[in-house]
């Protein structure tokens, strides 16, 4: 019996973490039809509709969402729990859920994976590349590594890097157009804005200096963007001056093809961070991954140099 129950709890919770049979039927090895009878038989067994079902879409309903955020974490925990104990005390082993931005998670976090490989070879990391804030606990992550993730009681957070954002034009941009010596003459050049995906809003270039000097500065925008890395890539196709975080800039800076404006002036943002759940069994394959992850990235050397080179 209790077989039968895991096996519908199994189905349930990846229908509801995926949003679909299909893709549960992925991660779990079976078919879209197993699937769909095991949730099938779990609505029966409990006299309840869990999901809404249309041609082309998959969702909770009322009951389905109260289940799934009783049971989610709890489930969670007790085959993290069973298969530690499967492989041996404490081994770490499975899948690991991880939550990446594109840029950043390929640029600087993806190199650090083979020697977490070779370390921890029964550990597979399954990775989501995302640039919005996604929700760790309700969306079913074990790891998530970004900036913009809300701080709650239920996360844990070990900070990897603070990050400066910084400006910069192209060399070829900077040939045709007189480069800026004090935010003031910003105003008489070419910009390309960001919005903000959490507000729609275009994000101002508020600017500091390490004399504590603050202002902000006025530019004729060209160009509108969503993703840092698109603003990078403008920029250096000299389509005027971009506001970039240096994790995005510095591969670019790297090897000239954009230049610092402005070296003196600069804007914060948050800290690149590695969060996890808070509860308290921690995966061995959680506190391993964590634990490599920030020991790899320092040893790179990155966290210094997202710091606006100070």
């Known amino acids: 019996m209790f077989t039968e129950l895991s096996s519908y709890l199994d189905a349930f919770i990846a229908s509801a973490d995926d949003g679909s049979f299909s893709a549960a039927a992925r991660r779990l090895g079976l078919t879209p039809a197993a699937v769909s009878k095991s949730v099938n038989?779990?609505?029966?067994?409990?006299g309840v509709r869990l999901f809404q079902r249309s041609t082309r879409s998959l969702a909770l309903t009322t009951d389905g969402e109260r289940l799934y955020g009783q049971v989610r974490l709890p489930w969670s925990e007790i085959g993290d729990a069973l298969t530690d104990l499967s492989q041996g005390a404490g081994k770490p082993a499975g899948t690991l859920k991880v939550s990446l931005a594109y840029a950043v998670g390929r640029q600087y976090f993806l190199?650090?994976?083979?020697?977490?490989?070779?370390?921890?070879?029964?550990?597979?990391?399954?990775?989501?590349?995302?640039?919005?804030?996604?929700?760790?606990?309700?969306?079913?992550?074990?790891?998530?590594?970004?900036?913009?993730?809300?701080?709650?009681?239920?996360?844990i957070a070990r900070e990897l890097a603070r990050v400066?954002?910084?400006?910069?034009?192209?060399?070829?941009?900077?040939?045709?157009?007189?480069?800026?010596?004090?935010?003031?003459?910003?105003?008489?050049?070419?910009?390309?804005?960001?919005?903000?995906?959490?507000?729609?809003?275009?994000?101002?270039?508020?600017?500091?200096?390490?004399?504590?000097?603050?202002?902000?500065?006025?530019?004729r925008p060209v160009l509108v963007l969503d993703d840092p890395e698109a603003i990078a890539h403008a920029a250096a196709c000299g389509m005027g001056i971009g506001m970039l975080p240096m994790p995005h800039a510095l591969p670019l800076l790297d090897s000239g093809a954009l230049v610092r404006v402005l070296p003196d002036w600069f804007a914060e943002t948050r800290p690149l961070s590695i969060y996890y759940s808070?509860?308290?069994?921690?995966?061995?394959?959680?506190?391993?991954?964590?634990?490599?992850?920030v020991e790899q990235f320092r040893a790179s050397g990155y966290a210094a140099r997202f710091r606006h080179g100070r």
Do not use: C
């Open 278 to 293: 808070s509860r308290k069994l921690v995966p061995a394959k959680v506190r391993v991954f964590v634990d490599h992850m």
């Open 164 to 219: 400066d954002i910084v400006l910069a034009a192209s060399p070829v941009y900077l040939k045709a157009h007189t480069a800026p010596e004090q935010p003031q003459d910003l105003a008489r050049h070419r910009g390309l804005l960001r919005r903000s995906l959490s507000t729609g809003r275009l994000v101002p270039w508020t600017l500091k200096n390490t004399s504590g000097d603050e202002v902000v500065a006025s530019v």
């Open 111 to 155: 190199p650090l994976l083979p020697e977490f490989a070779r370390r921890y070879p029964d550990v597979v990391p399954d990775l989501h590349f995302d640039n919005r804030q996604v929700d760790l606990i309700a969306e079913g992550y074990d790891v998530g590594i970004g900036g913009g993730i809300e701080l709650t009681d239920a996360l």
């Open 41 to 46: 038989r779990l609505e029966l067994r409990l």
